[in-house]
């Protein structure tokens, strides 16, 4: 059983305010709670099998200058910096 | 000139004049202006669309070359990027963005002169089955605009179904352009993992997810496949097909081929005239010369959290760039600290995706990991052996594509494991990479039934002969609109 403390501490470091999210930990629960059912999956013995790519099947490594300034794109920059808020 | 016209249809019509590109496309905005206000299949029309398809007559009646779709009118799912047109996801968090380049499958089908008519409509961020999620309001079913169309490619399927586009893509991360084909009476193909280039899809779950086509007829869906499918130098995970043609020998038949019914996918929790119409596609397949038996796969019962512990773990990982710095909405910088500024703009995210995120974090965490995350990705493994064994035997799995029938609008939407549940027959194609394809089969009461047909890892041409083939022996109705 996780606990509703164990979840929004978790919110918290996704970066996800709770002032108006509170309302959603209930569900949260209970869809992490129908996760349980993979204890009864028998696979302890099972290797996870990942997809490797071999290094040859990569592009080249290669610099491919993009046509438009991207970004002009954005609201806040100078120069070539984003523009974000006070880290303290 | 028609609209309910196939892909194939259009094309043979404008090379022998029947009609202009012009005609056509004007006739589809008509179409559009007079049905979506009801329907709300796009979040965007082009409002270029008619002077590019003027210009694509021009390009004709000058004789110069034109690409193989001949100005065809096709709705792009907003998640996927389209140069310089809003991709917003059907999200409040991205409201504002302008794609500034075309996805590899929009650059692809440009080339062959295709016509992007709009931007469909899908569940916030892809994370949805019926398009409930949609930060703009949902799309309606056009065989009963009461019922959901599935999702969460829903905008595609009705823009499909509903004569406002004639064919559309969606991207598929766990039955999202099978689901709502199923539900809307149309095609649509999950391609094998790796098929298909995911450059300029935005991200939910990368390492299952892939764009598919969706369309009225088996054929038109392999013709968009020949064109979208193939390396690409931007997305690492693509596979070289050598230029297959899916629609060379399409009638070839499935006579010989066996079919294994997957148990776990037509029993408890099937609604009856979905049991009852995979038992009659069945008996056709039979009388089509295939032979079919029964294929059991342990892990499926385990297949949807292993599903939903992966794909929200890549969320919260590929949702992390939204912190309204790079791409976002208006929201003033001055007065905020760096993290209570992201936690604020985050909240333009809608409830499910909050949830998933939520859900992204805890189950891969330090502590929680190995019950969850890893548990999950062995469930993946076994099942990916245990469909490959299966292949050993058949040629084709075949299942219902979605347990039950198209339901009421809210009818699911405060059971988060009734909702899960609806993915129970698509998923396992995603967690295995196996390409797998809906093929509307019958009507019920007025409401669609599809038939799924999965086929071993870039088996896309017998896939489509196994799909044509059933698709021949089924007399549907028109859709009501």
């Not at chain 1, 996870?48 to 592009?59: A, D, F, S």
Request: aromatic share 8%; net charge neutral; proline share 4%.
């Amino acid at each position: 059983m996780v606990s509703k403390e164990e979840i929004e501490h978790v919110a918290k470091l996704m970066k996800i305010d709770l002032d108006d999210h509170a309302v959603h930990i209930d569900r949260v629960q209970k869809m992490i709670e129908y996760f349980d059912i993979l204890d009864k999956a028998a696979t302890e013995s099972e290797e996870i099998i990942v997809n490797e790519q071999p290094l040859e099947n990569l592009r080249e490594d290669k610099y491919e200058p993009y046509k438009d300034k991207l970004i002009d794109k954005l609201k806040h920059y100078k120069e070539k910096f984003v523009r974000a808020p006070k880290m303290v | 000139m028609n609209l309910s016209i196939s892909a194939l249809e259009y094309i043979d019509a404008i090379k022998n004049g029947d009609f202009t590109i012009e005609e056509f496309v004007s006739k589809t905005l008509d179409h559009i202006k007079k049905v979506d206000g009801k329907l709300h299949a796009y979040l965007s029309v082009n409002e270029k669309a008619l002077d590019q398809a003027k210009e694509l007559d021009k390009k004709r009646k000058a004789k110069e070359k034109i690409g193989s779709c001949i100005g065809m009118p096709i709705a792009v799912k907003d998640n996927i990027c389209v140069k310089d047109t809003k991709t917003t996801c059907a999200s409040k968090m991205l409201e504002k963005y302008v794609a500034p380049f075309d996805a590899t499958v929009i650059a692809r089908l440009r080339k062959q002169d295709a016509l992007f008519i709009g931007k469909t409509n899908l569940d916030e961020f892809a994370m949805g089955t019926t398009t409930e999620f949609s930060a703009y309001g949902p799309s309606k079913n056009p065989w009963n605009t009461q019922y959901v169309p599935g999702g969460s490619s829903g905008g595609s399927a009705v823009a499909v179904s509903a004569l406002e586009s004639i064919a559309s893509l969606g991207s598929d991360t766990g039955g999202s352009v099978r689901n709502p084909a199923s539900f809307c009476s149309i095609v649509g193909l999950k391609p094998t993992y790796g098929l298909v280039s995911r450059y300029g899809l935005i991200s939910y779950a990368n390492s299952i997810e892939q764009i598919g086509p969706m369309a009225r007829t088996v054929k038109d869906t392999a013709f968009l496949l020949n064109i979208i499918s193939g390396i690409d130098p931007n997305d690492n995970t693509t596979i070289d097909n050598h230029g297959e043609d899916y629609l060379k020998d399409i009638e070839a038949g499935i006579d010989g081929k066996k079919i294994g019914i997957i148990s776990e996918m037509v029993g408890k929790g099937t609604d009856k005239e979905v049991s009852s119409a995979t038992k009659k596609a069945l008996s056709k397949f039979e009388s089509l010369g295939a032979k079919c038996e029964e294929i059991s796969l342990d892990m499926i019962d385990y297949s949807v959290a292993s599903y939903y512990t992966i794909t929200s773990t890549e969320a919260g990982s590929n949702l992390a760039r939204y912190d309204n710095l790079r791409y976002g909405f208006d929201f003033d910088l001055e007065g905020y600290e760096f993290n209570s500024y992201i936690a604020k703009t985050r909240k333009n995210f809608g409830p499910e995706v909050t949830r998933r995120l939520i859900i992204g974090g805890f189950v891969p965490s330090a502590g929680h990991a190995g019950r969850y995350f890893l548990k999950a990705l062995k469930v993946k493994s076994r099942l990916t052996k245990e469909i490959n064994s299966a292949f050993k035997k058949v040629d084709f799995l075949v299942a219902p594509t979605v347990p039950i029938l198209p339901f009421k609008f809210g009818e699911k939407l405060d059971d988060p494991v009734a909702m899960f549940l609806i993915d129970f027959n698509t998923v396992t194609a995603n967690l295995t990479g196996k390409p797998a394809i809906s093929v509307p089969f019958e009507m019920s009461n007025g409401l669609p039934i599809g038939i799924q047909i999965i086929a071993d890892s870039m088996q896309e041409k017998s896939l489509f002969q196994a799909a044509y083939a059933l698709e021949s022996t089924t007399n549907l109705p028109k859709v009501p609109l």
